[in-house]
């Protein structure tokens, strides 16, 4: 008997090189290579760095992004040009109230394509999966699998409503303040009840967030699937370069200590001098929603060399960047825990040292203890501490090491993960044909 098929939704989805694009595409080439019907539906936003994996045996349609959907009501497709036409101008608040609240959940990213268009050009499957970042996948994947009795599985990698609060994240969580924000909380809990609540069952990037979409949905079957790292990369020879370079590739947050990473540098130089000139923190694609963090960064890195703000890179180009450096930083949000953010497992995978940013143990911290992948500061002098060691160490002309663990670093291996992901699929999809 063939095994079954498999329509995976979601935003981002290769020659994407975002983060978002990971999980689905390494997903549905484990899926692929075990000879599953595999369909991909995401969206046609472009991308000028693209990254172009193998993905042979997966049929992919893309649908746009659009201000304005045919499924909205004559009133509501007035109110959503009313919403994108006014932004900018005054009153746009409350019409970003009357539009939040009235118009479907999410709809600032909604696809324009309806259940019927999905059939016609990808046809029909027996399990529709749907995954984050963008909500309307999961909306979507309830319509369909009404349309085919399909097996619907919501897998999550962001919270929307927080049972479980050490889970809030920037942008996901924060509904506003006073009536309309709660408001707003109110009509996504029972959207996440309605649409997501529907699946079969749930997966999710770790148990935090798997026990938070529980919660939030009613759904109790679930699995827990890391991400991870691409299996097919190789550790590169270290060249000594002319500093000692500790690399971060991707969006700066302002939840993040950038200013304790400041203060630290600022301790080093403090103790020895001579390292300033030694000693950098190269950030790699360095954009953010705050412009005043930014412009800090750049002043702090003027004023003492010890930070440089870089374009960003293609995937190919990151993955060497990181691979190359004598250590890669993650900071982990002070606000947030529970999660295992994919730049971070990329990380793992990269054979450099990870110094690790944390104030409060978490999965990350957990994941470089096991994995004996780097170093930990929980406070601006621990990672001072350590900053001043490993650059003495450097200037003395000894390499910063490390001697991962490798059966705990197969936890995070993307290609063994989505392998499992894919054998669970299908045991649920035979649990849900005896039903």
């Given at each position: 008997m063939a095994p079954p098929s498999i329509l995976i939704l979601c935003y981002q989805f290769p020659p994407v090189n975002g983060t978002g694009a990971r999980r689905p595409y390494y997903l549905a080439r484990a899926l692929a290579d075990d000879g599953h019907r595999v369909g991909v539906l995401t969206t046609d936003i472009g991308e000028a760095q693209p990254?172009?994996?193998d993905t042979s045996g997966i049929e992919v349609y893309r649908t746009p992004k659009t201000t304005v959907q045919r499924d909205l009501s004559a009133w509501q497709r007035w109110l959503a040009k009313l919403y994108w036409s006014h932004q900018g101008k005054p009153g746009h608040g409350l019409v970003r109230i009357a539009a939040d609240l009235l118009l479907p959940e999410g709809h600032i990213d909604r696809w324009d394509i309806l259940p019927e268009e999905v059939e016609q050009h990808l046809g029909r499957y027996d399990i529709v999966l749907a995954t984050c970042p963008s909500w309307y996948p999961f909306r979507l994947a309830a319509k369909l699998v009404d349309r085919w009795s399909a097996l619907f599985v919501a897998d999550y990698r962001d919270p929307w409503t927080l049972r479980i609060p050490t889970l809030h994240l920037q942008g996901?969580?924060?509904?506003?303040?006073?009536l309309s924000g709660w408001l707003r909380k109110r009509k996504m809990e029972r959207a996440e009840r309605r649409w997501p609540g529907r699946a079969f069952a749930l997966t999710a990037i770790s148990a935090p967030l798997l026990d938070n979409a529980r919660l939030t949905t009613g759904v109790q079957r679930g699995a827990v699937f890391h991400g991870g790292f691409d299996p097919l990369l190789r550790p590169q020879p270290y060249l000594r370069r002319e500093q000692f370079n500790i690399v971060y590739t991707g969006r700066v947050y302002a939840q993040q200590d950038w200013y304790g990473v400041m203060r630290a540098l600022d301790l080093v130089r403090e103790r020895d001098p001579s390292l300033a000139k030694h000693l950098c923190i190269s950030l790699y694609g360095a954009v953010s929603e705050s412009d005043a963090l930014l412009g800090d960064l750049k002043t702090f890195g003027e004023r003492t060399g010890m930070i440089r703000l870089l374009p960003r890179l293609g995937r190919d180009e990151t993955m060497l960047a990181q691979q190359t450096a004598d250590a890669v930083l993650?900071?982990?949000?002070?606000?947030?825990?529970?999660?295992?953010?994919?730049?971070?497992l990329e990380y793992l995978g990269c054979g450099r040292p990870i110094l690790l940013f944390i104030k409060k143990a978490d999965l990350e911290s957990e994941a470089v203890a096991t994995t004996r992948t780097g170093a930990i500061a929980n406070n601006v002098e621990a990672l001072a501490d350590i900053l001043h060691h490993r650059a003495t160490q450097w200037q003395q002309g000894l390499m910063w090491t490390i001697e991962p663990n490798p059966t705990e670093l197969q936890r995070f291996d993307y290609g063994r993960n989505m392998k499992a992901m894919a054998a669970?699929?299908?045991?649920?999809?035979?649990?849900?044909?005896?039903?």
């Open positions: 990254w172009l994996p996901f969580t924060q509904f506003g303040t006073g993650h900071i982990s949000p002070d606000d947030h825990q529970g999660g295992l953010p994919v730049k971070f669970q699929l299908r045991a649920w999809h035979a649990e849900f044909n005896t039903k």
